[in-house]
Structures are given as C-alpha cells and as structure tokens.
C-alpha cells in the first residue's frame, strides 16, 4: 500500500516538475493568439491535468466558453455566447493584408516595436508570418514572440503563422507555442488563408500535405485564397538550382503541381520569405520587376523584417521591410510599394520598416 502512495506521489511530483508553470496552448481553432472571439467549439492542451492558466481562464469567461469535457492533456469548450464580429463590416468592402517572414533575432526587439507601432497607424485586418519566427530557437526566444503577435491582436489584427526552416532547429518549441497542425486552414472574412509548411530540407510538401492543400482549394470557390508557406516558390535568375547567394534554395518537390493547382483554382498571391530579399514572380516564373499589374496568381518574396539582408535578385533595393496587400470588392488593389512617392506603386518593392530605408 504504502509502494502505491509512494508511487502516485512521485508521479504528481514529476507532472508538477514538468508542467509548471501551467501553460495552454489553443489547438483549434487555428487562428493566431490567443484565443479569439468566434462561436463553436475550441481544443487546447494543458501543461497540468485539469488546470487552466489564469490568462486563459480569462479568455474563455470573457468570450462565452464554457468546458463542455476534460483529460489528462487537454479540455474542449464550447461558446453559448453571442458572439459579434471582431470587424463587422461588408465582406465585399476594403480590406488590409500585411505580410512578414525572417523575423528580428533576440537583441533587436526595436525592430519589434518600430513594427507593432507602425501596425497601430495602418490597421490591418490579418497578418501573415511565414517562417522563421525564432531565431533564438530557445523556449524565450518563442515566448517573446508569442507575446509579439498578441500585442499586434490586442490592436486589432489577427495573427497567422506557418514555420520555416529555423523552425526546426527548435521543433518542439515551436510545437509548444504554435500547436500541432503545422499546415492549415483559416476562415477569415471573404478571404481563405491556408498556410503551408515547406519543411526543413526545401523542397518538401508530404503527400498527406499536398492532398490537403487541392482539396482546400476545391472546397474554397468563389473566396479570396491566399497562400503561405517560408520557401519562395521559383529560383532566383541568379541561382537557377542554387543557394541564391546563402538564402537556401527554393521549393522543389511538387513544385510544378503546386503552381498548377494555384493557377487553376485562381489563387491570389503565394506569399514566403526566406530569401531576406524582396521579389515577385509570375506563374512562369518570370521576375516582374517590369511591373506590379499582370495576370494570375501573384508569386510574392517579402524582404526580412529584421536578420540579416541579402540580394538575390536584379531588384537593387535591399532594407528591413513588410508587405501590404489591399483588397477591395473582392479584388487585389496593390501589393507594393511606392518608395519614390510618384503615386504609383513600385514593382516587387515592400514597405520599408525603417523611415530612412536602411538595413541597420
């Protein structure tokens, strides 16, 4: 008997050990952080059996869930409230999008901050991240971002992210702080953003992946698609099967039915980063740095938000930067920059972070 007690007592320990401070990560629905205000039913997993952390309980009291069951591991609830729009407006009118990849490493939360405060004077809608999100690669290093993308929510945003290849350097991590579904779906209104994990290696999509990713878009008619994923889609003209001076390469396996797939089924844009270095493609794979207007899905590169700045391309200009795209009636207005002020937006250029353009 007392072999027992001693048993279940070292066991509680150990749980406690491993779980404290207790934690809880939303699993679904997958649509940033923290938990957003939307009807249904909401997944999460507890870092200690049946305990929720203060924040979270928070949450779910403001929003109207109510814990509908219980395990070990986790809890679903379900909201009985009324639930209003988080931006109630005509889905058909305008709307923004801004996109980011390559995030600041520890050490440079200015840039952070120079990005949350230029956030609060352009209000966007949704923001995308698409990889490499923690250069640290350490449990802070993802808690300083987690605790970025919740600044950018409690302005108005939301918040989506899929990983990239720094990502898995600190796979659990992100898996702690991000969940489990590494590739998703998100319901936004009159947009569909599925979110891609291109994988470590770049040139992956899983075949479960890939099979996910046409269905999506089957079942996607008639809504604005964007897509994301870390790996750009085509090869620099400089480096046709390369590194792309140091950037890592581009997609590979599956590339020429992926692109099919978007073209068929009208895709928007197909948004990455990895290359710290701005460009756009066409779906030939042609660079448009002739001009922002032409046909088709929009095959998009978003320069680095804050690490280090590369060249890949022809493109002379080079700075920390983030992209907005602006919607309006269902249409894609613009997706560049105007950096010299003309009135009329330069080709493949994103927004500069900085006033003065620069890279440091």
Avoid at 220 to 248: D, N
Wanted: aromatic content about 10%.
């Amino acid at each position: 008997m007392k072999r027992a007690a001693y048993a279940i007592l070292l066991t509680f320990i150990a749980l406690l050990a491993a779980g404290w401070p207790p934690k809880a990560r939303v699993d679904r629905p997958m649509i940033g952080l923290p938990l957003m205000s939307q009807q249904g039913e909401m997944e999460a997993t507890l870092s200690l059996p049946f305990v929720l952390p203060g924040e979270m309980r928070k949450d779910l009291r403001t929003q109207g869930f109510t814990p509908i069951s219980w395990t070990l591991s986790g809890l679903k609830a379900r909201s009985t409230a009324e639930v209003k729009p988080l931006k109630p407006r005509d889905p058909s009118g305008r709307w923004k999008v801004v996109h980011i990849a390559d995030l600041p490493p520890p050490g440079r939360d200015d840039l952070l901050e120079a990005f949350i405060a230029r956030m609060s004077e352009v209000k966007p809608d949704l923001i995308l991240a698409s990889g490499d999100l923690g250069y640290g690669e350490t449990a802070a290093d993802f808690d300083r971002i987690t605790t970025f993308f919740k600044e950018l929510e409690r302005q108005g945003a939301v918040v989506v992210s899929c990983p990239g290849n720094h990502e898995r350097k600190a796979w659990i991590q992100y898996l702690r702080h991000f969940g489990p579904d590494t590739w998703h779906r998100v319901e936004f209104g009159p947009f569909t953003l599925l979110s891609l994990d291109s994988e470590h290696g770049r040139d992956q999509f899983t075949p479960a992946q890939f099979r996910w990713f046409r269905q999506s878009l089957q079942d996607s008619a008639g809504r604005i698609v964007l897509v994301q994923l870390h790996h750009p889609v085509f090869p620099s003209e400089t480096a046709p099967s390369g590194e792309a001076k140091g950037s890592g390469g581009i997609l590979g396996a599956r590339r020429a039915e992926f692109i099919k797939a978007c073209v068929d089924h009208g895709v928007v844009a197909v948004l990455a980063g990895h290359w710290h270095s701005d460009a756009v493609f066409d779906s030939t794979g042609r660079l448009r740095d002739d001009t922002p207007d032409f046909p088709g899905p929009k095959f998009i590169v978003t320069t680095t938000l804050g690490n280090e700045i590369r060249r890949v391309t022809r493109w002379p200009k080079s700075y920390f930067g983030w992209r907005l795209l602006t919607f309006e009636d269902g249409r894609l207005l613009s997706y560049t920059a105007d950096l010299d002020g003309d009135g009329k937006p330069d080709p493949i250029a994103s927004e500069p972070l900085l006033a003065h353009g620069g890279g440091r």
